[in-house]
């Protein structure tokens, strides 16, 4: 799959009448995830990224998963997952990743599963605001151990040669800030639920 969209404006309008300052929507994003998803362990959930030319242009280059449907195909066929503990683990996953790239555009459609139901997720043109506060922490409602171990110990510094062609520095800083804030809601939820009903 390619992708050249690399589109920065101050503001934009959407057809069902929203508007977004600072708008951006670029191929650069996708890269970063998959970076991003490679120092935190799940890199098995985003398909390997690239930046690539291809007819003359510029863009991230992704390997093309083989897939049974979409998440918004199984949801209209009213489909269960054969292991629905698995799939919830996974889906908490996903959730943790969206928030932590400020994801604006994570919808049914990019969420790919796999022949034996494994979560893919694609698509992240439209992500890394330079907002500093995570979306909606209600959504954060368990968490991976491995993965919040490796988002509390994740340095700016290992982010910064991971990503430093494809965010900017405020980018960058509205990460890193998020992350902080991810981590900061699982401690608490921890301390207020017990670690056995938050972490798994």
């Given at each position: 799959s390619f992708q050249d969209v690399d589109i920065r404006t101050l503001e934009a309008g959407f057809a069902g009448g929203g508007r977004e300052l600072n708008f951006s929507d670029s191929y650069h994003y996708n890269i970063a995830a998959y970076e991003l998803a490679c120092l935190l362990g799940i890199d098995d959930m985003v398909p390997v990224t690239v930046e690539r030319e291809w007819?003359?242009?510029?863009?991230?280059?992704?390997?093309?998963?083989d897939v049974k449907m979409d998440e918004e195909e199984r949801l209209k066929k009213g489909l269960l997952p054969p292991n629905t503990?698995?799939?919830?683990?996974?889906?908490?996953k996903v959730f943790v990743f969206?928030?932590?790239?400020y994801d604006t555009d994570r919808n049914v459609q990019n969420i790919l599963i796999s022949p034996d139901w494994r979560i893919?997720?694609?698509?992240f043109s439209r992500a890394f605001r330079t907002v500093r506060k995570i979306q909606d922490e209600r959504v954060l409602l368990k968490c991976e151990r491995t993965l919040l171990d490796r988002l509390r110990g994740l340095p700016r510094e290992e982010v910064e040669r991971a990503v430093d062609d494809h965010l900017?520095?405020?980018?960058?800083?509205?990460?890193?800030?998020?992350?902080?804030?991810v981590v900061s809601h699982f401690d608490k939820l921890v301390a207020k639920k017990?670690?056995?009903?938050?972490?798994y």
């Open positions: 007819r003359g242009k510029k863009g991230s280059l992704s390997w093309w998963v503990h698995l799939w919830n683990r996974q889906m908490y969206s928030q932590l790239i893919w997720i694609i698509d900017t520095k405020w980018e960058i800083d509205a990460l890193m800030s998020r992350r902080d804030q017990g670690e056995s009903q938050v972490l």
